[in-house]
C-alpha cells in the first residue's frame, strides 16, 4: 500500500522558508544522505551548501522562498536516487555557474574537478533551447542531451532539478507552465524511461498532465477519490489472497498494491476512447521474490487464483527491455469482475526498475570506480536498443566511449542530424542524400565557410552548397569522411564511374601486397590458387576482384588472407593438434568438475555443452577444447555423431563419466511443441511445479500455422527425473511433441563407451 499516494499539484508552497526553513531541509538532506552513504563526508557537504547558498544569497524564486530552497530539493531527489556525493555536492551546486559569479575554475578548486565538469554540463544542457518537433527529431533531441552530458550524472541531476521546478510551478506564468510541461512530457518523461527511472517517470508525466490538460487531470483525481473506499478494500482483498497463496505455498515474498499512475489512466482513456468508467484496471499489483525460478512459480499460482486474459502475458524475464527492465507481466481478472496487472519479479530485478541507471550507483563507487566496459555497455544499451531487437555486435564493436562517439549537429532548419564522432561536412552532406554528397562544391560551419574536413562539434548549424556540374568526390573523401555509409555511398561512384580505373589500381596493389608477404605475384594468375578465392571471396572473376579492391569495396588484406590460406593449403602444412597439450594445464576453475569425472584426470576444467545439455544418467563424451577443458556432450548430441573419424582419431574425444553428482541440480532445455492456446504456458509452468522442477527460462513463440513453439531451461537431478516430467508434460492437453534439443532423435543412444 506504499504508493497509493499521488502528486496532488505543487508541493506545499514555501513562501515562509526563511533561515530555519533552509536550515530544515538541510538537515533533512544530510540525514538522508548519510542513511544511504554512512561515508559520506559531512564537512564537504555542509561547504558545498553554504557556498551554494553564499552565491544564491540575493536571489529569490519565484514564490519568495531563498533560492537555495530549489537546490537543497533537487540535492534531496538525487539522494532518492541512489546517487554519490559528488553528484549530490555538484546538484546543491548546479545553478551556481549559470546563475552566480562562479566559476568552473573556482568550483574546481573547492570540490573537485569532477563536481566542476558535472556542473558545468548541467549548465550547458540547459543552455540548450528546445522547439517541438516531430517524434523522430525529439528522439534525436534526447540523444544530443545525452551524448552533451558526457558523463550520466549530469542528465540525472537535470532530471532531479527538472522535478524539482515542475512540483514548484504555481508561481510562473501560464505560458511557462505549458511550455515547460510540454518539454518535460516530451524529452525528461522519456529520458528518465530510457533511463530505466519508472518512478521519476510516472512523477514527471503526471506533473505535465496538470498543467498541459488540467481538466483531465482533474476529472481523473475526483473520480479516484470518489472511489478510494471501494478501491482500497479491494486492493487490500486482492492483496491478502496472494499473501497467503503464497505463505501456504511456502514461497517468500512481498506483495504491494498500487493504483496505476494518473497520466497512465489518462492515456488509455483518450488512446482507447473510453471514459474513466470503462477504465477498469485501476489497480496493479506487484510480488517480489527471491529467485527467478520463484517468478515462475507465482506466475503458476497467481493464474490458479485468478482468470489469466489471454494475450497479456510478457515475460521480460527471458527477454529483458532495452532498458534493463526485467519482469513477468500477466493481467487477471478477480472474482469481483474486475481486472489487473500483476508484475512479477525478484528483488534485484525491482530495484533496477524502480531506479534504473541511477540504481548503479548504489554498488559502484561513482562512476570513475565502474569498470569501464561494464559501464559502457549498460548505458549504450540503453540507448542503441529502440526496439526489442538486440544487437550485439553492434554493441560490441563501440566499445569506445559512448559519450564521445557521436556527435549532433543542426541542418539550417533545425532538424538533428546525429553523425559520427570525428564527422565532418562530407558526412553530413551524404547522411541528407547520396546526391548531395556527390555534388557538394563547398561547406558552411555556423555561417562561416569551412574546408571539408573540418571536424563537426555537438549543436553546429552545417550548410553545404551544391551544383549539379560539380565533378563528385576526390578520392581522398574516402578518409575525410567518418562514417562508413558516407565511405561506402563514395565508394560506390567511384565503382560506378571508374571501373577500368579501378581494375588497374587493384591489379597494381595486389601485386605489391603479394610481393610484401614474399608470395610471387604470378600465383594471381594461377587458377589453382585463384579459383577456390574466388569464390571464396564471393566475386566472379579476377577484374572484379581488382576493380573492388580499387575502389575499395574489398581491402587487399582480406583477399590476401585468402590466397595465403590456398597457398598454404597446397603446400598441406597443416599440422595436428595434440591434446596431450591441451590437457597439461587446464585452466583454474572454482566451479569444479561438477559430477564428471574425465579419464583419470582430476581437476580438468568441464563444461556442459549448451548443444544438447547432459544431465547424470545420459551417457555422455568429452570434448578438448582450445582453452576451456573438456565440453561434455551427450553420445547422441548430433555435434559428436558429426564429428569426423580423424577427429575422434586425433582424440579429441575423449570417454567421460559421472561421478557423485550428490544433490547438484543440472540444467536440461527442452522444447515443446504444442497447438497455440491460451493458458499453455500456465499448464506448462503448473507441471513443473507439480514434479518440483525449477524453470530458469521460458520462451514461447507462436508459429504462422497456429502452433506453439516453447523453449525453457529447467533444473534437474538427473535423466530419470527429467524423463519424468517429459512424460507429464506431453500430457498436457495440445502438446504435440516434447524433446530434448541437440540430438537426432531417430538415433538409438548407444550404451557404454
Ligand atoms: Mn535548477
Known amino acids: ?183 518535460t512530457m516530451e524529452i525528461y518523461a522519456p529520458l528518465a524511461h530510457r533511463l530505466g527511472m519508472q518512478r521519476v517517470k510516472w512523477e514527471l508525466e503526471d506533473l505535465s498532465l496538470i498543467y498541459l490538460d488540467p481538466i483531465g487531470y482533474q476529472e481523473i483525481v475526483v473520480q479516484l477519490d470518489a472511489r478510494m473506499e471501494q478501491l482500497s478494500d479491494f486492493m487490500d482483498n486482492i492483496q491478502e489472497r496472494i499473501k497467503h497463496r503464497m505463505e501456504v505455498s511456502g514461497i517468500r515474498c512481498e506483495v504491494y498494491g498500487r493504483l496505476k499512475h494518473i497520466y497512465s489512466i489518462y492515456r488509455k482513456m483518450v488512446n482507447q476512447n473510453k471514459k474513466f468508467d470503462e477504465v477498469l484496471d485501476l489497480c496493479a499489483f506487484r510480488v517480489v521474490v527471491d529467485t527467478i525460478p520463484d517468478c515462475y512459480n507465482v506466475l503458476g499460482h497467481i493464474h490458479d487464483l485468478f482468470n489469466p486474459i489471454p494475450g497479456r502475458f510478457k515475460d521480460y524475464i527471458a527477454t529483458p527491455k532495452p532498458n534493463m527492465y526485467q519482469s513477468i507481466h500477466t493481467s487477471v481478472i478477480g472474482t469481483e469482475g474486475i481486472p489487473f496487472e500483476v508484475q512479477i519479479r525478484t528483488a534485484e530485478m525491482h530495484h533496477t526498475a524502480e531506479y534504473g541507471v541511477a540504481a548503479h550507483w548504489k554498488y559502484k563507487d561513482g562512476i570513475a570506480g565502474a569498470a569501464d566496459e561494464e559501464k559502457f555497455e549498460w548505458i549504450r544499451s540503453l540507448l542503441e536498443a529502440q526496439q526489442d531487437t538486440e544487437a550485439p555486435e553492434f554493441i560490441s564493436e563501440l566499445k569506445v566511449d559512448m559519450f564521445s562517439d557521436e556527435v549532433f549537429v543542426f541542418t539550417p532548419k533545425g532538424d538533428v542530424i546525429n553523425l559520427p564522432a570525428g564527422a565532418t561536412p562530407i558526412d553530413f552532406a551524404y547522411s541528407i542524400h547520396s546526391q548531395v554528397g556527390n555534388h557538394m562544391t563547398g561547406a558552411k560551419v555556423n555561417g562561416r565557410i569551412v574546408s571539408f574536413d573540418r571536424v563537426l562539434d555537438n549543436g553546429d548549424i552545417v550548410e553545404v552548397s551544391t551544383s549539379p556540374t560539380a565533378k563528385g568526390p576526390a578520392r581522398d573523401w574516402i578518409s575525410m569522411a567518418k562514417s562508413s555509409a558516407a565511405r561506402a555511398k563514395i565508394r560506390q561512384w567511384f565503382k560506378k564511374e571508374k571501373r577500368e580505373e579501378n581494375i588497374i589500381r587493384g591489379r597494381s596493389a595486389m601485386e605489391a601486397a603479394l610481393k610484401h608477404s614474399g608470395i610471387h605475384a604470378d600465383t594471381l594468375n594461377d587458377p589453382e590458387i585463384m579459383t577456390p578465392v574466388l569464390k571464396k571471396l564471393a566475386v566472379t572473376g579476377m577484374d572484379d576482384l581488382f576493380a573492388s579492391v580499387g575502389y575499395g569495396g574489398m581491402t587487399t588484406v582480406r583477399a590476401l588472407n585468402r590466397i595465403k590460406e590456398e597457398v598454404a593449403k597446397v603446400q598441406k602444412q597443416e599440422k595436428a593438434l595434440q591434446p596431450e597439450d591441451l590437457l597439461k594445464k587446464p585452466p583454474v576453475t572454482e566451479k569444479g568438475v561438477d559430477g564428471i569425472l574425465v579419464g583419470d584426470l582430476d581437476n580438468c576444467l568441464v563444461k556442459f555443452s549448451r548443444c544438447c545439455t547432459p544431465v547424470p544418467g545420459d551417457t555422455v563424451v568429452g570434448f578438448i577444447t582450445k582453452g576451456f577443458g573438456v565440453s561434455v556432450h551427450r553420445q547422441s548430441c548430433s555435434n559428436y555423431r558429426k564429428a569426423t573419424e580423424a577427429d575422434k582419431a586425433a582424440g579429441r574425444w575423449v570417454p567421460v563419466r559421472w561421478g557423485d553428482t550428490g544433490a547438484r541440480q543440472y540444467t536440461a532445455a527442452l522444447t515443446i511443441t504444442a497447438e497455440a492456446r491460451p493458458n499453455l504456458i500456465v499448464d506448462i509452468v503448473t507441471a513443473l511445479n507439480a514434479d518440483k522442477i525449477g524453470v530458469t527460462s521460458l520462451n514461447i513463440r507462436e508459429m504462422p500455422d497456429g502452433g506453439a513453439l516453447a523453449f525453457l531451461s529447467v533444473l534437474v537431478r538427473d535423466s530419470e527425473a527429467l524423463n519424468a516430467a517429459m512424460r507429464h508434460l506431453r500430457g498436457i492437453r495440445s502438446v504435440r511433441d516434447v524433446q530434448r534439443p541437440g540430438t537426432e532423435a531417430e538415433l538409438p543412444e548407444k550404451k557404454g563407451v
Open 1 to 183: 500500500m506504499d504508493e497509493k499516494k499521488r502528486i496532488d499539484g505543487a508541493e506545499p508552497s514555501a513562501e515562509s522558508a526563511g533561515i530555519d526553513e533552509v536550515e530544515k531541509l538541510y538537515d533533512e538532506l544530510e540525514k538522508q544522505t548519510l542513511h544511504d552513504n554512512p561515508n559520506l563526508n559531512r564537512a564537504r557537504l555542509r561547504s558545498a551548501f553554504e557556498y551554494a547558498r553564499k552565491k544564491h544569497e540575493k536571489q529569490v524564486r519565484k514564490d519568495g522562498s531563498p533560492y537555495i530552497t530549489h537546490p537543497l530539493a533537487a540535492a534531496m531527489a538525487c539522494t532518492q536516487m541512489g546517487l554519490d556525493e559528488d553528484s549530490i555536492i555538484a546538484c546543491l551546486l548546479h545553478d551556481t555557474i549559470e546563475d552566480t559569479d562562479a566559476t568552473h575554475e573556482e568550483v574546481a578548486k573547492l570540490f573537485g574537478s569532477q563536481v566542476a565538469d558535472i556542473v558545468e554540463g548541467v549548465t550547458k544542457l540547459t543552455r540548450v533551447v528546445y522547439t517541438t518537433k516531430e517524434e523522430a527529431q525529439m528522439e534525436n533531441l534526447r540523444k544530443m542531451l545525452l551524448a552533451m552530458s558526457k558523463d550520466i550524472r549530469v542528465i540525472l541531476i537535470k532530471i532531479a532539478d527538472r522535478l524539482h521546478n515542475m512540483h514548484t510551478m504555481n508561481f510562473q506564468s501560464e505560458a511557462k507552465r505549458r511550455e515547460k510541461a510540454l518539454e
